[in-house]
């Protein structure tokens, strides 16, 4: 490999590492959200990632690395639910103990929430997750899911009633976004 080479490979792997650095977070709070599992959370935002590096060079658009990497996590997050030993727990799901700082970040109102989108089926928590935590449109949501952007409507509705019934009307925001008025 020539000169030139090794400074594109150089350059690739800088915007991969800022790309990291700057979104890494945020994904790992989007996969707890999902899973309920700071442990898996981390396992499913190294898989992302790992499959982000290894199609790095063939990214062209990096305006929509966020669609691309919210999308993979989806596809992990299912596979990974659909997985037999998965169902084997050998203590209650989401009980390891986390950092401190973590848990109290999870800990204020938003734990309620979290513990109501537990009892979600996974989809529709991965609909809901998708919609109002990533902000991403129906359109969006439905293309990462890959279903009908009608089936994304139709389980957003029945997840913000389910969420209303388990949560009672007062906590879901009066705008309908779980997370209150953003």
Request: glycine content about 6%.
């Amino acid at each position: 490999m020539g000169l030139l080479g090794w400074r594109d490979r150089r350059a690739h792997e800088a915007d991969f590492v800022a790309f990291y650095t700057e979104r890494g977070d945020h994904l790992r709070n989007t996969a707890y959200l999902l899973c309920r599992d700071w442990h898996l959370a981390e396992d499913l935002t190294q898989t992302v990632f790992t499959k982000l590096y290894r199609a790095w060079h063939r990214i062209d658009r990096h305006d929509a690395l966020d669609q691309y990497a919210r999308r993979v996590l989806l596809r992990a997050f299912l596979d990974e639910r659909r997985r037999p030993w998965r169902r084997e727990y050998a203590t209650e799901p989401g009980s390891a103990s986390l950092d401190s700082t973590v848990r109290d970040s999870y800990a204020d109102d938003g734990s309620a929430l979290h513990a109501a989108l537990v009892r979600l089926p996974r989809r529709r928590r991965a609909v809901l997750v998708l919609r109002f935590w990533a902000d991403m449109s129906v359109e969006q949501v439905a293309e990462a899911m890959e279903c009908s952007t009608g089936t994304v409507k139709s389980q957003t509705a029945r997840g913000l009633a389910q969420l209303r019934e388990l949560l009672g009307d007062s906590t879901v925001g009066t705008d309908g976004h779980p997370w209150g008025n953003r």
